[in-house]
């Protein structure tokens, strides 16, 4: 049932303020499917999902979770007007597309997860122009930003302090007292500075790094001043921000333009001894070519994403004995499920309350 709020004993001032956003999500409630007084919210996803089998207790709403077969028989799916899409492949794009003209009345879309790429064939094909312009895009931004922080920092320290001679030095009961090295003083770099890449530098901040960040417009300010230097995404910058970095993290998301963003000539510019960490997405990343830095002038590299996942057993990545790998599982976290609901919650009580929504999609630039 909807929630009705209760003004007793409140100022008049309060009351009028939750009478009018009363108001507002009653308005807004009333619209879309309704099922005994519940608004009924259409999310596309293998209901055997442990995230999807946790959905939460949220008043005033029914989940209705199938992918599309279950979905095409939900009585009345055509005025349903808030959709769920759990997209993690070209299948579930294909299942979107078929679903979209099911929708007429179809007023927002939320991908659960923050990447949208798996999603480019459908906001391609159905968002761009005609009703679907009109259809805002949300995702998962923010839910998983500080596990992917803590990653980050892990990967930092992994080399920074030699972890795999330490565990080796056990294994061979060997007493090395070797010189332990420091990250006070060392820069680091996020490529893509969003979100995820802010919440990550707080960290080496707080150790004293140095921040340097890329970003496509370069003249975007920068929250809490964290970036002691900005660049752009040009081929000039990239040469002159690698050069600096004794740690590059990447945090691109997949769109066209950043394709192999990490190619041969990217890994060559930066600094012998350099580290590479990547958290974005896997296609941004030449693998032959980081295979090659590995075996030549760079330390080492730490991959929680692949252009291909899982990882084939013919990658030659399998074969570097300085890479530090995670199955694209860094944000995995026992509160994954929690958080990425948290997320849409935000949104979903801005779209009741007729505000704007918390982690809208540039649906041109694909993030």
Known sequence: TVSVLNCVNLPA???RRREERRGREERAIMSGLMRNGRRVVAVLADPNLPTFQQAPLVPGVEFVIGELPALKAVDG???VDCLIAWCVGPAWA?????LFPLL???KWIHSFTA??????PFIQECLLEGRGKAVPLTNGRGAFSSSLAEWVMTSVFHFNKQIPRCLQNREDKR????TMDVVHGKTIGFVGYGHIATMSARIPKAFGMKVLAMRRDATKPCPEGLVDEMFST???DKQAMFAQCDYVVSVLPSTPDTINFFDAAAFAAMKPGAVFISIGRGTVVDEDALVDALAGHLKGAALDVFKVEPLPQTSRLWGCENLLFSAHNADLTADYHDLGWGVWR???DAYAGDRPLATPVNKAQGY
């Open 94 to 98: 294909a299942q979107l597309r078929e």
């Open 175 to 178: 007493y090395d007292r070797f």
């Open 104 to 106: 007429p009345q179809l």
């Open 13 to 15: 001032p309060v009351c």
């Open 77 to 79: 799916l055509g005025e």
């Open 346 to 348: 935000d949104n979903y």
């Open 115 to 120: 990447g949208v790429d798996a999603m480019a």
């Open 234 to 236: 040009s081929a000039e």
